[in-house]
């Protein structure tokens, strides 16, 4: 099960497991927001609530935790943050032969709706490398991991091949800081003369 993976990631970036419960009469004390994995911030601004299925879930299914979250968000006070950064992760199969594609295009098109709460399916199909890398790497509010030494050497064989193309010259034009780009320089260097035509 994946839902021990994404309850480790948040832990380990801050979240603490919650309940939300409030007297009603006394004595009397009542689960206002009924999941089981309520993980909340440390300055209780974002929450995100976890529900994992083997099967993917139900448009019935979604609503009723729609109306559960409705329900919790009315008893917030409008300045109370969480109104407005509730989570919903939805850890469920999608790239199985016994789904129903209609399923999986209904669930993907689920997470544009953001009236309730953000709303996120997480692909449970997958192996756990590849569920941490492609699935919990893209949460939102946790900062995406970029390899720069990658980048930096991408960026560099780049360079190297556009020096290849365009003379050193015409290069040191291009790249000019802070400079006005001097076009006439430039046509000079691509030897460009009036008249001259295209092949």
Known sequence: MKLE????FLTSNG?????????????????ILPF???YINRIETELYLIEEKNTPFTQEEIEEFENIILAFIQVLPNRNPLKYNINLLLLC????DCIDKSDVRFLVGLER??????????????SK?????????????????????????????????VKTV??????????????ELNLDTVLNLLELKEGKSDE
């Open 5 to 8: 993976i994404v309850q480790d």
């Open 129 to 161: 490398d590849i569920f941490i890398k492609k699935e919990i790497s893209l949460l939102p509010s946790f900062p995406i991991k970029v390899e720069l030494t990658q980048s930096k050497s991408i960026k560099d064989s780049l360079i190297e091949e």
């Open 166 to 179: 365009v003379n050193k010259n015409l290069y040191n034009e291009l790249v000019k800081e802070n400079e």
């Open 93 to 96: 199969p999608l790239q199985t």
């Open 113 to 126: 709706n953001k009236y309730t709460c953000r709303k996120i399916v997480m692909d449970t199909s997958s």
């Open 36 to 38: 089981e994995n309520i």
């Open 15 to 31: 979240y603490e497991k919650k309940k939300f419960n409030r007297e009603i009469i006394k004595n009397n004390v009542e689960d």
